[in-house]
């Protein structure tokens, strides 16, 4: 499916969050280093997926190009996502980050949703935890993020909402069966769930199955196309880098949750 172009304007917040996140990242690195960085990353994240995961944060360079980069991407490709599933209406009370990194997926949802949802990032590393906490204070969102371990989720009540955005390809396959038994037992409680990822297959070959089951359990599972106007720093980075991300890719499976 595709849909309509996303520009900054559609965030109150937005721009200001990409203002801020260059000057929180580019205080001491030059662009030429996020640039080489954001090279080595996008290398490491299609060679070795789960193992690029600790690289991100291994060095300013990587965090920076991480940051100022791939969240942007995350935050466009989860608000168009919410947008056309119609997930933001009714806003879910509450929504949690499952993998948060940065915060992106989380937040993209509650602006969606007219900020009214207070936002929980789970992630692994300190480093994005203090980052999703900065973002939501960015955003002007109600939000928290804590260290912990996505296998053992909190509970998830009906009216809520979960995203697992970019972060089930990168889990040990018993473990993400387990977040996967999590979410649709969840679904199946009234919580709304999402999970995106990239739209290559190479990267999650589980998915046919986890999509059959998410059918099962009421849901849906969607490809989506869509046209985007990339902030300028993004749109710099992403062709020195040799990306094209004029058209934005990703794959999803939602499920409304039996109240929906």
Same mark, same amino acid.
């Given at each position: 499916?595709?849909?309509?172009?996303?520009?900054?304007?559609?965030?109150?917040?937005?721009?200001?969050?990409?203002?801020?996140?260059?000057?929180?990242?580019?205080?001491?690195?030059? /662009?030429? $280093?996020?640039?080489?960085?954001? &090279?080595? !990353?996008?290398? =490491?994240?299609?060679? @070795? %997926?789960?193992?690029?995961?600790?690289?991100?944060?291994?060095?300013?360079?990587?965090?920076?190009?991480?940051?100022?980069?791939?969240?942007?991407?995350?935050?466009?490709?989860?608000?168009?996502?919410?947008?056309?599933?119609?997930?933001?209406?009714?806003?879910?009370?509450?929504?949690?980050?499952?993998?948060?990194?940065?915060?992106?997926?989380?937040?993209?949802?509650?602006?969606?949703?007219?900020?009214?949802?207070?936002?929980?990032?789970?992630?692994?590393?300190?480093?994005? /935890?203090? $980052?999703?906490?900065?973002?939501? &204070?960015? !955003?002007?969102? =109600?939000?928290?993020? @804590? %260290?912990?371990?996505?296998?053992?989720?909190?509970?998830?009540?009906?009216?809520?909402?979960?995203?697992?955005?970019?972060?089930?390809?990168?889990?040990?396959?018993?473990?993400?069966?387990?977040?996967?038994?999590?979410?649709?037992?969840?679904?199946?409680?009234?919580?709304?769930?999402?999970?995106?990822?990239?739209?290559?297959?190479?990267?999650?070959?589980?998915?046919?199955?986890?999509?059959?089951?998410?059918?099962?359990?009421?849901?849906?599972?969607?490809?989506?196309?869509?046209?985007?106007?990339?902030?300028?720093?993004? &749109?710099? !980075?992403?062709? =020195?880098?040799?990306?094209?991300?004029?058209?934005?890719?990703?794959?999803?499976?939602?499920?409304?949750?039996?109240?929906?």
């Amino acid at each position: 499916m595709s849909g309509r172009a996303l520009k900054m304007e559609d965030s109150e917040h937005f721009a200001e969050w990409i203002a801020a996140l260059e000057a929180r990242h580019l205080s001491n690195l030059r /662009v030429p $280093e996020v640039t080489k960085a954001l &090279r080595a !990353l996008s290398s =490491a994240y299609v060679e @070795r %997926r789960r193992e690029a995961v600790p690289r991100v944060m291994e060095s300013a360079g990587k965090r920076a190009a991480f940051a100022l980069f791939y969240a942007p991407l995350h935050f466009f490709a989860t608000s168009l996502v919410v947008r056309a599933l119609e997930a933001d209406v009714p806003p879910p009370r509450a929504i949690l980050d499952i993998g948060c990194g940065t915060g992106a997926a989380g937040a993209a949802w509650a602006i969606a949703a007219g900020s009214t949802p207070t936002v929980t990032g789970i992630d692994r590393h300190p480093w994005a /935890v203090e $980052e999703a906490r900065w973002t939501y &204070r960015q !955003l002007r969102l =109600a939000g928290r993020a @804590r %260290r912990g371990d996505v296998a053992r989720l909190p509970p998830l009540a009906p009216g809520t909402a979960a995203v697992a955005a970019y972060v089930l390809n990168e889990l040990p396959d018993t473990i993400r069966a387990q977040v996967e038994d999590r979410l649709i037992e969840a679904a199946g409680r009234g919580t709304r769930i999402l999970v995106i990822e990239p739209i290559s297959r190479s990267v999650s070959p589980w998915w046919d199955l986890t999509a059959s089951r998410v059918a099962a359990a009421g849901g849906r599972s969607d490809e989506w196309r869509f046209a985007v106007d990339l902030p300028p720093l993004v &749109r710099l !980075l992403d062709k =020195a880098a040799g990306l094209d991300h004029r058209e934005l890719t990703a794959r999803s499976l939602y499920c409304p949750g039996a109240t929906g």
